[in-house]
Every structure is written in structure tokens, then in C-alpha cells.
């Protein structure tokens, strides 16, 4: 089913963003890194976004980008010289993700394979596209489901979004022409069950995950601090592990524990395309959020049946 489209709200007029254009800037972002405080509205597989408030706007919610997004870079003579290289048939998709949070604090990052098109071997938490008429919820636990073979029963969770991320894909010009844009909303999910009764129940699809681990606040800290574009770290903990265990998934269908370097997840994007593993941009926006909310033990959303 194709994917969702993400609509905006501009001075009160609906309109749906082209491929090739800055979502973030549309919505009135200046040069700055962001992020931007976005009013929103959910709907079956569609998200509406506004700098304004509007009716059936539900909440407002942190936009960010990264300061290399190649929709920025690419100016309006660039899009005349290079346009027939983009899409002119997409618009801008929509993804959801989730940060699914153990009873015991430790957040879930699963490896993208090597043999993917889009993003491979990047650390990532569960996600996907969103389907039309699929609340986002729904297809947040589907695709959970999907990667990592979790079942986790909506009554039995409590969740709520965390931001949005403007993604493309390939992610700086220096790699090429963008072949994919998303708008990713990240969402925090709380299992009731702790890391060690989750993992006995993980079963990665290898055909999307090579690898998956948990991440504490202490090294999700250290990872969400390596400013991609930037090159500097702000606030690194003085102690931290020299790895931290995964689980790699073999070629015979098995696993087998390893220890990661944590020095791989404290690597930035490159200038230069490349295939070496590190945290994507947006998940280190999403795991800011994240630490900010155990800062401030923020309320979230619970469902009820």
C-alpha cells in the first residue's frame, strides 16, 4: 500500500508539500539548527502539520532537522538545473518510529542490514511507513512487530510522542541526489516488561536487522550528544563503558552475542557516502528527547481500549 503523505497548514491553507521541498522551511524555520515548535494533527495515516495553532491540532511537538538536510542546500536554481533527477511523483511520506523503554529504563536499537536501499547499517529504533487509515500507534507496534517480532498488547503500554525529524535519504548532497523524504515521528513506548523479559521474546527479521541492542541513559547520553554537522560533543560523560553488548544475527539463522565498541556509536555522518555503522542523525534527536523526558518525567499518553 503506498505510503502516507504529510499535509500542512499554511496561514490557514492546506497544502501538500512536493518532494523537493524543505518541510521545515515551509513551515517558517530560519537558518538555525532548530528545533521547532510544530502544532499538529493526527488523522488515519495522515499528519497535518502548522506553525499555528488550528482546530483538531492535538499537540505541539519539537521539529528538527539536520544542519546538512540536503532540501535545505538545494536552492530554488539548483531545483530548476537538477530537477529532472528528483522525484516528481512523491510527495512527502511519513514514517513512525518507536522508542520502546524496558520497566528497567534501557531503550531498543536494531542494526539496519547492509543490503537495504535506504539508510543500511545504521543504528535505528523500530520503524516504518505508516498506511493509509492506520492509526499511528497501530502502525508504530506493526512495525516493531515486523523487525523485532515483539508483540506488545496496546493495553498493556503506555506511550506518547516525542518529535518529528525531517530524513533524507541520501542524507548530505556530497552523496548524491535525495531519493527519499520523510517526515519520521518518533514515538516513546513503555512496556511494562523489563530488558532481559523483552529480549527472551526478540526474533529480528534478518531480512531488515542484522544486530540489536539497549541502550541505557548513560551511553544513550554520550550517543545523543555527537552533533551531527557540528563535530563537537557537549556534555560527554567522563565514564563511559569501552563497549556495550549486542546481539548479531549469523548467517545460519542464529545469534550470537558480541561487544560493540562504543566508540561506533560516537561516529558522525560522513561527508563522503560510506557504509560504516553509527547512530543516525535522527535517532540521536530522538534520543535527546527521550533522556528529557526521564529528566522531567513527563506524562504520556496511555490508550484504553
Request: proline share 10%; with cysteine; aromatic share 6%.
Amino acid at each position: 500500500m503506498a505510503a502516507s503523505r504529510v499535509l500542512l497548514l499554511l496561514s490557514g491553507r492546506p497544502m501538500s508539500p512536493s518532494f523537493a521541498q524543505s518541510v521545515c522551511r515551509l513551515l517558517g524555520a530560519g537558518p538555525g539548527l532548530g528545533p521547532w515548535p510544530t502544532h499538529c494533527g493526527f488523522k488515519r495515516g495522515r499528519l497535518v502539520l502548522s506553525d499555528r495553532p488550528f482546530p483538531g491540532a492535538s499537540t505541539t511537538l519539537p521539529l528538527q532537522r539536520p544542519p546538512f538536510c540536503p532540501f535545505v542546500a538545494l536552492d530554488q536554481q539548483q531545483l530548476r538545473a537538477r530537477g529532472t533527477e528528483l522525484p516528481t511523483n512523491r510527495g512527502v511520506d511519513l514514517g513512525v518510529a518507536v522508542i520502546l523503554q524496558s520497566s528497567d529504563q534501557t531503550v531498543l536499537l536494531t542494526r539496519r542490514t547492509s543490503t537495504l536501499s535506504l539508510s543500511p547499517n545504521l543504528w535505528v529504533p523500530p520503524g516504518g511507513h505508516v498506511e493509509l487509515d492506520e492509526e499511528l500507534l497501530d502502525g508504530g507496534l506493526r512495525e516493531l512487530w515486523e523487525e523485532s517480532g515483539l508483540q506488545l498488547p496496546q493495553d498493556q503500554v503506555s506511550w506518547g510522542p516525542l518529535g518529528l525529524w525531517e530524513s533524507a535519504y541520501p542524507p548530505r548532497l556530497s552523496w548524491g541526489l535525495p531519493k527519499y523524504h520523510h517526515i519520521i515521528l518518533y514515538l516513546l513506548v513503555v512496556s511494562q516488561e523489563s530488558q532481559q523479559q523483552l529480549q527472551a521474546r526478540i526474533q529480528p527479521n534478518p531480512n531488515e536487522v542484522s544486530a540489536f541492542m539497549w541502550l541505557g541513559p548513560d551511553v544513550a547520553a554520550a550517543v545523543a550528544t555527537m552533533e551531527d554537522g557540528t563535530e563537537t560533543s557537549r556534555h560527554l560523560p567522563q565514564e563511559l563503558p569501552p563497549s556495550i553488548p549486542i546481539v548479531e544475527l549469523k548467517e545460519d539463522g542464529g545469534a550470537r552475542p558480541l561487544a560493540l565498541p562504543v566508540s561506533t556509536l560516537l561516529r558522525t555522518t560522513p561527508t563522503t557516502a560510506e557504509g560504516k555503522e553509527r547512530v543516525s542523525s535522527g535517532t540521536k534527536f530522538a534520543l535527546r528527547l527521550w533522556l528529557q523526558h526521564l529528566g522531567r518525567v513527563c506524562p504520556v499518553i496511555r490508550r484504553h481500549s
